[in-house]
């Protein structure tokens, strides 16, 4: 059974770090593209960063650029998001998202397991 | 606001048929798939439809998406009671050269 388990969300004063964690389970980590999106509070789905199969590419959101890096060990079976610079519109649950690729040349948005997530509060 | 625009609400009763449209632009919708997500209360999403009107394993036939120039819709027949949940579309978006969502709606059975 396929599983994604995130840890690490927290409260996080602003200008501070934090790193997620999504432990994969029941499935072969190296043969798929990972997503993080994030939900803030009442809000709709924002795609935040994903990374290839073997870590070589990653591509964010502009609003994270600079700021967050996604990250993989699929020894550990495992991706990471490390946050820096949080800011309050940062507050969320970020979700771990397994990709799907669809062929044809296309930006998959095919997520077909999603974690439980993780909620992280930026607040002084 | 998002790039990709659905109504809030959509409502049915029990058993009829129900239609969630997503309206997007050429640099979205108008050239690339269309996905659908469901989201039920305190849940993640989970994926209804990809490209465009494909149905993964195990989402029954009583969804089905399709695709028209710059929209997308989303049709539910036979409606149950435990359809009642968060509907979200999304694309890959050229000119913003980042995946959308639209804001969602929330679809209540009656």
């Known amino acids: 059974e396929v599983q994604l388990v995130e840890s690490g969300g927290g409260l996080v004063q602003p200008g501070g770090s934090l790193r997620l964690s999504c432990a994969a389970s029941?499935?072969?980590?190296?043969?798929?593209?990972m997503s993080w999106v994030r939900q803030a509070p009442g809000k709709g789905l924002e795609w935040v960063a994903n990374i290839k199969q073997d870590g070589t590419d990653d591509f964010y959101v502009d609003s994270v650029r600079g700021r967050f890096t996604i990250s993989r060990d699929n020894a550990k079976n495992s991706l990471y998001l490390q946050m820096n610079s949080l800011r309050a519109e940062d507050t969320a649950v970020y979700y771990c998202?397994?990709?799907?690729?669809?062929?044809?040349?296309?930006?998959?948005?095919?997520?077909?397991?999603w974690g439980q997530g993780t909620l992280v509060t930026v607040s002084s | 606001q998002s790039v990709l625009t659905q109504p809030p609400s959509a409502s049915g009763t029990l058993g009829q048929r129900v239609t969630i449209s997503c309206s997007g632009s050429s640099s979205n919708i108008g050239s690339h798939f269309v996905y659908w997500f469901q989201q039920l209360p305190g849940t993640a999403p989970k994926v209804l439809i990809y490209?465009?009107?494909q149905r993964p394993s195990g989402v029954p036939d009583r969804f089905s998406g399709s695709k028209s120039g710059t929209s997308a819709s989303l049709a539910i027949s036979g409606l149950r009671s435990e359809d009642e949940a968060d509907y979200i579309c999304?694309?890959?978006?050229?000119?913003?050269?980042?995946?959308?969502f639209g804001g969602g709606t929330r679809l209540t059975v009656l």
């Open positions: 998202v397994r990709e799907i690729e669809v062929g044809y040349g296309e930006v998959s948005l095919y997520f077909d397991y």
């Open positions: 029941g499935f072969t980590l190296s043969s798929h593209w």
């Open positions: 999304a694309a890959w978006d050229d000119r913003l050269t980042v995946r959308v």
């Open positions: 490209s465009n009107n």
